[in-house]
């Protein structure tokens, strides 16, 4: 305990401490096994504690006041409750401590339901004496907390949007109409990204134009939004509320190519997707002219020229096509060969069934000659409105063949037959026959792959899911936040979206962006590192094994009148996993309210023998 | 296995009732629900569904799937998307019918509801008009119907008139059995296989067993009701095609006499069971009456008109009414004539001949390719067992 700070040293003297140590019966959840009058009893004789308590439920109103109350009356110093998951009701009873006055990192909290009663419900007596060594251990390492705050930083109320199709577009029009100001970036020369390469959109048949120029005027219009246009992220570093980002791109006066830094609050990453390419040969892609993506396969049908009555291509009449469903979707390994970018796509995209029948049905629609031929592993058409292309593609006479994935279909050429491609597949829809079908146009559904993003991703460490899109901290109740505080994700950066799915997931981020950009200083959990000045030695090991860019750094400073190298924590970036305290040969790292005396104190509180055998 | 997906056509079910093939996704439920599916080799009835939705007409030509389905409407009641199998496999039985008929009628009398009308009523004038100019006395005094209309005359027409008939129903079967057995391998199976199998085709034409196992009805009433008709047509044909000159004479047979008792039994039994099977399509309460072609209609109708007219006969003849017995008598023929040589070779009424020598062709098929491949082998395997 000698290497325990100085400015601790007396509060973690046991003989002056008070601590109220509440046990919780949960209506017997806990009660029922656990013998918690009899846990009372023997936390009243681990030295330190002033009150030991048990009350049926402590969450309640009347319970929560019990403790703020005991913490005036009683003069407590420090509060341990026993009794469900903290992920429950950790913040209920900080909340009922700082009521009390009291520091709120001056409380721990013992899990004695999931990890005692529940867990151990045949064993009542060894769940007791579970939960008296938890309790002792909380003890020991609430005696030697110390009050902490919240690390309170300036707060830049400025949004940088990364990306000016229709996520980012939504994204600052709907942070600008709150009354932030925003920094929209693009790449390109024009607002609306995908938007442009779109036709009539599904299931509303929107143009997809219309959509993109709505969009458009509304960032444009709008006094608080700055576009940038032809520019990049070429450097972003800092924290929420301080990321420092440098941009390149044609503007000022001159329109050459220059860097511009800028300071924002929030980044709201909306890069994108980019469309699957398949290989050289993929089902004959790029060996062939008639071989197509659906990418492609939708410029043309919004070209002048493909035709009146009859659909032209290449100078040719289109009067067959077989729509090839998954390329470069839901891969399996062992059948297919990762792509260029080294991946296996295994995911599905979502929305390219329903693309395939979206221009399929256009197809029979506008050109009732040509024959459509539909190559699916399955129909997957999820979305409201969706399935009804399905229903009408057939009906407009939409032929549909089954494969499977690890036999998918083959394009070959036909040498000079009337149609110059043929497509041989194995039909589970005829009880695996092959089928074969000679075509004058096949059109491959391709995917979404994640969009260009990679200088911010490695700069600010970005983590990606499986499958190379920006991954979520939780899909359900963290949506579009990422383990980057700061940084939200909108639309398909993060996941394949359609636009519906997109505008929302946009919205849904520049919400919480807003609310990030509510106050004046930034306030983050105090759990973060923080260097013994008097016991570091500068040997950089903890650098080493940081993974947080800018949370460490070494500084020369002078100790004693001696110049010495250490390390400083930068509490804006610092996430509090630490990895540099296990490294520290001098313990001269720790993080807060997790400190290595604390958990020397806790292996003594569950080791202390209070616990008579005696249990009844 | 592998098949050349006939990308040029489409089957052209939908001019015979198959209106909501396309709407299948191919899941399978009819497949499951139908009770004969299993005995059929399995894939009954999705795979005549699919074989019309890929259009590969031969494969259909050469399935005896949709003989074997009875109607029940379990598939079509189950179906989660409405795409009506059983109705599609009515209409591919049709299609069928029209394809196996080498003079192209029995195609225009399924798509045009009018030919067929026209063309029954062009043979019942002519039968009439046969009857206005040819008749024999007209004996007021009593009842001389084989004055009117002598009975070796008249077994003469039906004869001539059954030779014809059986001519195109005869190469029709013909035609489907060199479809269902491949073309020219048919030649090549021993005759004895062929007759060997003959028991089993005049067992289903008299007792539609088959049918009994067919759909969630309790008892198989309506199996029974369709036997009951059968038997009524089978006697009446029995009656006038054989037994003519025992049947139509001029002496007044007590009530109990066979002659009498035969011919009253053959009436109610076709009586009762088209009365019933028209107000049920009326009624289009069940699945098999919810969707009735023209040609449903006019096949009940006219079988129904046939009986009344005839059991009038009987009344009028045995009253003693002798201008109302050889009026009705000319009506009477000129509704059984029409009926006769129009649905025979080239109506529903064909239906008697397929359907038997479906079952009849599967067993020819399984004895002579014991190992035959997967699906009309085995269907035809499980059919005959």
């Not at chain 2, 046939?306 to 006969?313: E, K, P, R, S, Y």
């Not at chain 2, 649905?343 to 014991?370: C, D, N, Q, T």
Request: a positive charge; glycine letters at 8%; hydrophobic letters at 40%.
């Amino acid at each position: 305990m000698d290497t325990s700070p100085e400015k601790i040293s007396d509060s973690s003297d046991s003989g002056k401490l008070r601590v109220g140590v509440y046990i919780c019966r949960c209506g017997g959840n806990i009660s029922d096994v656990v013998n918690t009058e009899h846990v009372a009893g023997i936390c009243r004789r681990i030295p330190g504690v002033a009150v030991s308590k048990v009350h049926t439920f402590l969450c309640s109103d009347p319970g929560q006041q019990t403790i703020s109350d005991d913490i005036r009356r009683e003069n407590l110093d420090r509060v341990v409750v026993a009794s469900c998951s903290p992920f429950l009701h950790e913040l209920t009873f900080r909340g009922a401590v700082q009521r009390g006055k009291m520091n709120q990192y001056l409380y721990e909290h013992v899990n004695i339901r999931e990890q005692c009663s529940w867990a151990h419900k045949h064993d009542p007596h060894g769940a007791t004496a579970k939960a008296i060594a938890l309790i002792s251990a909380a003890v020991g390492k609430v005696s030697r907390s110390v009050p902490l705050e919240k690390i309170r930083l300036p707060n830049h109320r400025r949004a940088l949007v990364v990306g000016g199709g229709p996520a980012g577009m939504k994204a600052a029009a709907d942070l600008a109409a709150c009354g932030i100001p925003v920094l929209l970036l693009e790449r390109s020369d024009r607002l609306g990204g995908k938007l442009h390469t779109l036709n009539r959109l599904f299931p509303t048949a929107d143009a997809a134009v219309e959509l993109a120029h709505k969009l458009a005027s509304q960032v444009m219009s709008h006094p608080l939004v700055e576009i940038l246009l032809k520019s990049q992220v070429v450097k972003v570093s800092g924290f929420i509320g301080n990321f420092e980002v440098a941009i390149r791109g044609d503007f000022g006066p001159s329109g050459r190519t220059t860097d511009v830094r800028t300071t924002v609050g929030v980044m709201v990453m909306a890069t994108g997707y980019r469309p699957y390419v398949p290989a050289d040969g993929e089902f004959m892609y790029r060996r062939h002219p008639a071989v197509v993506t659906t990418v492609d396969f939708n410029d043309l049908l919004t070209r002048r020229d493909c035709g009146e009555g009859t659909l032209m291509f290449d100078g040719r009449p289109i009067r067959s096509i077989a729509f090839i469903h998954c390329v470069g979707s839901r891969q399996v390994d062992g059948v297919h060969t990762p792509g260029p970018d080294g991946r296996l796509h295994a995911y599905g995209s979502r929305v390219c069934c329903t693309t395939v029948l979206h221009q399929a049905l256009q197809v029979r629609r506008r050109f009732p000659g040509t024959r459509v031929y539909d190559l699916h592993q399955d129909i997957r058409t999820y979305g409201r409105g969706h399935e009804e292309y399905y229903t009408d593609a057939a009906r407009a006479g939409v032929v549909f063949f089954r494969y499977h994935s690890a036999e998918p279909p083959r394009v070959t050429g036909t040498n000079g037959a009337k149609s110059p491609l043929r497509v041989s597949v194995k039909d589970y829809l005829s009880w695996g026959e092959e089928m074969n079908m000679e075509v004058d146009m096949v059109v491959l559904a391709v995917g979404m792959t994640p969009g260009p993003c990679e200088t911010i991703v490695e700069q600010l460490k970005l983590p990606r899911g499986e499958d190379g899109f920006l991954q979520e901290i939780h899909p359900k109740l963290r949506p579009v936040e990422i383990s980057v505080n700061g940084v939200l994700l909108a639309g398909t950066a993060q996941a394949p979206m359609n636009i519906q799915e997109t505008l929302a997931a946009a919205g849904a981020a520049a919400v919480k962006a807003r609310a990030m950009l509510s106050k004046e200083q930034v306030e983050l959990n105090p759990y973060v590192a923080e260097v013994d000045t008097r016991l570091c030695e500068g040997s950089g090991a903890c650098l080493a094994q940081c993974d947080y860019a800018g949370a460490l750094t070494m500084t020369q400073t002078r100790r004693d009148g001696h110049a010495v190298r250490m390390a400083l924590v930068n509490p804006g970036l610092c996430v509090g996993c630490g990895a540099c305290v296990a490294v520290c040969p001098t313990r001269a790292i720790n993080l807060n309210g997790w400190r290595l005396d604390q958990y020397d104190a806790m292996v003594d509180g569950l080791v202390r023998d209070i616990a008579p055998s005696a249990v009844n | 296995m592998a098949g050349k997906f006939n990308s040029n056509r489409r089957l052209a079910i939908a001019e015979f009732g198959g209106k909501d093939v396309d709407l299948c996704m191919n899941c399978g439920t009819c497949t499951t629900i139908c009770p004969l599916s299993e005995d059929s080799g399995g894939g009954f009835p999705r795979r005549v569904i699919r074989l019309i939705q890929t259009g590969r007409e031969s494969k259909l030509m050469e399935s005896l799937d949709p003989w074997l389905c009875y109607y029940c409407g379990d598939c079509t009641t189950n179906c989660p998307r409405r795409a009506n199998p059983a109705e599609t496999m009515m209409a591919a039985r049709r299609y069928l019918t029209a394809r196996y008929d080498w003079t192209g009628l029995a195609g225009l009398f399924y798509k045009s509801a009018l030919a067929e009308i026209v063309a029954i009523l062009a043979v019942g004038l002519f039968v009439t008009l046969l009857f206005v100019s040819l008749h024999g006395p007209v004996v007021l005094q009593r009842v001389e119907l084989n004055t009117f209309a002598p009975v070796h005359w008249v077994e003469f027409g039906d004869w001539i008139m059954a030779a014809v008939l059986s001519f195109f129903l005869l190469t029709n079967a013909l035609r489907m059995a060199w479809w269902v057995l491949g073309g020219k391998k048919m030649l090549r199976i021993s005759p004895l296989l062929y007759l060997r199998q003959v028991p089993v085709f005049f067992e289903h034409l008299f007792t539609q067993k088959r049918w009994r196992k067919c759909g969630s009805e309790p008892g198989g009433v309506r199996w029974l009701k369709h036997l009951l008709l059968v038997s009524g047509y089978l006697s009446m044909l029995t009656l006038v095609l054989i037994l003519l000159r025992w049947f139509q004479t001029d002496k007044i047979y007590p009530f109990y006499y066979p002659q009498r008792l035969w011919g009253y039994y053959a009436t109610l039994a076709i009586l009762y069971p088209t009365a019933d099977f028209m107000i049920s399509r009326g009624r289009k309460k069940e699945p098999i009456h919810l969707f009735s072609a023209a040609s449903d209609w006019i096949f009940l109708v006219m079988l129904f008109l046939t009986a009344l007219t005839g059991i009038m006969v009987n009344i009028f003849r045995v009253n003693g009414l002798p201008v109302a017995t050889y009026v009705i008598y000319v009506i009477h023929l000129s509704i059984a004539v029409p009926m006769l040589v129009v649905e025979v070779p080239f109506g529903k009424w064909s239906h008697i001949m397929y359907r038997p020598l479906a079952i009849y062709l599967a067993g020819v098929k399984r004895a002579a390719a014991p190992a035959a491949g997967k699906s009309t082998g085995q269907a035809a395997a499980a059919v005959a067992a």
